[in-house]
């Protein structure tokens, strides 16, 4: 999580000063306004911001801010939140109130978190930072509706899981993804984490086994001149051993990687 404080009452640009261009597609940014009233606007979409009010922007287009006091961004990545690009459309641009429900106590947590930011530790940042974004997916997941049990408060382990199974879908490719990275990733026992995926019925370890071969498979699927070996897809995805990775890929879908591309692979026009 990166912050930066915007002073000032000119109308001026806003963006996370360390993002590349490249790296701000893959953030988002929660604008806090401390003193105010504000007003964020960005292609042609408009939120007017109260003292203790904040709402979301996307920092990789231009922003500008009108502000009487001081605003207060907060860039996070987007995997952390654990909601899609879908998902998230209708929260960014919504004003959140700082004063009622649980955008007070978020509101809260925010302001309290960029006075003291720079005094803490990097393991106890990154672990106020942690409980931020918990607090904010908690927020979002109630707005759009999608606690389980349908009751007025999501819960707070299915938050979590939410945002460490978007988590292993961005870091899918790497070889290095573990149970113990995971839980590391976002401040939890390796124990807990297991727990959480016990209401899935599975474990860690299959979910993300089961996700790589779907994207082995979708690539196969897509096949044509120029497909990749199924070796390569199997490596970029996380098999670095061709036997291991057929005989896992059978298991799952019925016959062996070979099969499969050649099975879904359109023949070339005559």
């Known amino acids: 999580m990166e912050i930066f404080t915007v002073d000032g009452e000119a109308d001026q640009p806003v963006g996370g000063p360390s993002l590349t261009a490249g790296g701000r597609e893959k953030h988002l940014a929660i604008a806090l306004q401390c003193g105010g009233p504000g007003t964020l606007t960005q292609d042609g979409r408009e939120a007017v911001l109260r003292a203790g009010d904040f709402t979301v922007f996307e920092p990789a287009r ?22 899609n690009s879908a998902e998230l459309r209708p929260i960014t641009w919504t004003t959140v109130r700082g004063d009622q429900g649980l955008g007070a106590l978020v509101s809260c947590f925010l302001s309290g978190l960029a006075t003291q930011a720079a005094d803490c ?7 106020l930072a942690g409980h931020a974004m918990n607090l904010l997916a908690s927020l979002f997941v109630g707005q759009l509706g999608h606690d389980k049990d349908g009751s007025a408060e999501p819960d707070a382990s299915h938050v979590l899981l939410l945002r460490i199974k978007a988590f292993i879908e ?32 599975t474990t860690v370890s299959r979910w993300i086994k089961q996700r790589r071969l779907e994207k082995c498979r979708e690539e196969l699927h897509r096949g044509g001149r120029s497909a990749l070996s199924v070796s390569a ?22 016959m062996s990687p070979s099969q499969w591309q050649a099975a879904h692979t359109a023949a070339p026009a005559r």
Do not use: M, N
Request: proline share 8%; glycine share 10%.
């Open 62 to 83: 231009p922003c500008r801010l009108r502000s009487e006091g001081q605003t207060v961004c907060f860039v996070v990545p987007r995997h952390a939140l654990g909601l």
């Open 121 to 127: 530790g990097p393991e106890v940042g990154e672990r």
């Open 170 to 201: 961005e870091h899918l490719a790497e070889p290095d993804l573990t149970p113990g990275a995971i839980a590391s990733a976002h401040q939890i026992s390796v124990r807990y984490l297991h727990k959480l995926f016990q209401g899935e019925a």
């Open 233 to 254: 897809i199997a490596q970029r995805w996380g098999f670095p051993h061709p036997a291991h990775f057929t005989r896992a890929f059978r298991a799952a879908y019925g």
